[in-house]
């Protein structure tokens, strides 16, 4: 019952604790493209966060939700942006994941999508492999559509687990918003890195992570519950 509390209260807790602001209309025509491609940049890196499961973990279904925060400000604003994935386990090396949500800003309504495969290998299974695909809708001024690839590496220790990873990923961010500063399309290839450490504690998980790109860094914080 306790689990089930915190697994509840950290869910409510996110949904109270989103700040971004997606809009170009609040710059300058000057600075548009340049704060245009800041936030295709962090909202590509976002998105490329996917979920990680043992090969030896043997729960069916695993959920995980949490959120992310960029510790800088982007026009006074410092984003914090919701996380919510699901795997679910095909074959004791293969497993699909998904990401299905909605959340409300001052001005927007982003709508997440997005659908990933996942392969583990190795002698005790503790590499994965990954590709994802995800999309942002429902902006007023833009679509982003991302595609990533993740290599990661599980590594277990006597409390924590520890998990690196390496990625590439692709965006395309379609614009809506008519300015001769800004072009109908920005498409660019981010490479980053990852770190995680998850600490088992009771039927539930709780993880603090990183993700981090040559000029930008994303910080995380989530919980996962496996069910049968």
Same mark, same amino acid.
């Given at each position: 019952?306790?689990?089930?509390?915190?697994?509840?209260?950290?869910?409510?807790?996110?949904?109270?604790?989103?700040?971004?602001?997606?809009?170009?209309?609040?710059?300058?025509?000057?600075?548009?493209?340049?704060?245009?491609?800041?936030?295709?940049?962090?909202?590509?890196?976002?998105?490329?966060?996917?979920?990680?499961? +043992?090969?030896? !973990?043997?729960? &069916?279904?695993?959920?995980?939700?949490?959120?992310?925060?960029?510790?800088?400000?982007?026009?006074?604003? &410092?984003?914090?942006?919701?996380?919510?994935?699901?795997?679910?386990?095909?074959?004791?090396?293969?497993?699909?994941?998904?990401?299905?949500?909605?959340?409300?800003?001052? +001005?927007?309504?982003?709508?997440?999508?997005?659908?990933?495969?996942?392969?583990?290998?190795?002698? !005790?299974?503790?590499?994965?492999?990954?590709?994802?695909?995800?999309?942002?809708?429902?902006?007023?001024?833009?679509?982003?559509?991302?595609?990533?690839?993740?290599?990661?590496?599980?590594?277990?220790?006597?409390?924590?687990?520890?998990?690196?990873?390496?990625?590439?990923?692709?965006?395309?961010?379609?614009?809506?918003?008519?300015?001769?500063?800004?072009?109908?399309?920005? !498409? +660019?290839?981010?490479?980053?890195?990852?770190?995680?450490?998850?600490?088992?504690?009771?039927?539930?998980?709780?993880?603090?992570?990183?993700?981090?790109?040559?000029?930008?860094?994303?910080?995380?914080?989530?919980?996962? +519950?496996?069910?049968?």
């Amino acid at each position: 019952m306790k689990t089930l509390l915190v697994f509840i209260f950290f869910f409510i807790s996110i949904l109270f604790c989103q700040s971004a602001d997606f809009r170009y209309d609040n710059y300058n025509q000057s600075e548009l493209r340049k704060s245009a491609t800041k936030i295709t940049h962090l909202s590509s890196l976002w998105l490329s966060n996917y979920i990680s499961i +043992k090969q030896d !973990e043997n729960k &069916r279904l695993i959920v995980k939700f949490g959120y992310s925060s960029y510790p800088k400000k982007i026009n006074g604003l &410092r984003w914090v942006l919701p996380d919510m994935n699901f795997g679910l386990r095909i074959s004791n090396n293969l497993f699909t994941s998904g990401r299905f949500f909605g959340f409300h800003l001052e +001005k927007d309504s982003p709508q997440i999508a997005g659908l990933g495969i996942h392969y583990t290998f190795g002698e !005790e299974g503790f590499w994965t492999v990954s590709f994802q695909r995800s999309a942002i809708n429902g902006l007023s001024d833009f679509r982003l559509v991302s595609n990533s690839f993740n290599l990661e590496k599980y590594i277990i220790k006597s409390k924590f687990d520890f998990i690196i990873g390496i990625g590439s990923n692709t965006i395309i961010n379609s614009s809506y918003y008519v300015s001769s500063f800004l072009p109908n399309k920005l !498409e +660019k290839n981010i490479k980053y890195a990852s770190v995680k450490i998850l600490y088992p504690f009771k039927k539930i998980k709780l993880g603090l992570g990183s993700r981090f790109s040559s000029d930008m860094l994303l910080f995380n914080i989530f919980i996962s +519950k496996g069910f049968q």
